[in-house]
């Protein structure tokens, strides 16, 4: 076998691996995928930084965007000053936005959380109780939830951009 022959089979060697590697990643990443999408979302109680309980349920009727961050999770400074413009924005129309802190530390989030500086309501869930019921996996985690109460889009992470396939779901959501 000539050198050019073996250097294409390696090449075809590496590329099928790289291949199969992505593709059972992609199987795996698609079977952890959250089974919230097409579900009723699970219903919460959380108290705010006014002191005040908001339950989720409270806001049926309206499209919500649930947002779970934590102090730590860089991408959260990121998508926070997009969501209050999400907020301020389309609050009027029939839109909720809810920032949710799974921070343990409660004076660390409140914090970070006034520093932010954002118009929606923040909650904070000290003991990670949600955490289980709404499969979180990595932070932020942001979800919209239609005005029946299901689970429509979930989006784990945040890059830029992302805020633009938000706005998509919810304009969609308001118009049902």
Do not use: C
């Not at 301020?88 to 129309?93: L, P």
């Not at 029939?94 to 802190?101: E, I, K, M």
């Not at 932010?116 to 949600?130: G, K």
């Amino acid at each position: 076998m000539s050198n050019a022959s073996l250097r294409g089979a390696v090449s075809r060697l590496i590329l099928s691996a790289v291949l199969a590697s992505t593709l059972i990643g992609f199987s795996l990443a698609m079977a952890a995928a959250p089974t919230l999408l097409g579900k009723e979302a699970p219903d919460f109680v959380l108290k705010g930084r006014d002191g005040k309980n908001l339950r989720l349920s409270e806001f049926r009727g309206q499209v919500v965007l649930v947002n779970f961050w934590a102090r730590w999770a860089g991408d959260s400074r990121q998508e926070m000053p997009a969501l209050d413009r999400i907020n301020n924005t389309y609050q009027r129309a029939g839109l909720v936005v809810l920032g949710v802190s799974i921070d343990e530390d409660l004076r660390h989030a409140e914090e970070f959380a006034g520093s932010m500086n954002v118009s929606y309501p923040i909650l904070f869930d000290t003991r990670a109780a949600l955490g289980k019921d709404y499969s979180i996996e990595k932070i932020p985690m942001t979800m919209l939830i239609d005005r029946s109460g299901v689970v429509r889009y979930l989006s784990s992470g945040f890059k830029r951009g992302d805020e633009h396939t938000y706005l998509d779901h919810i304009r969609e959501l308001l118009r049902e």
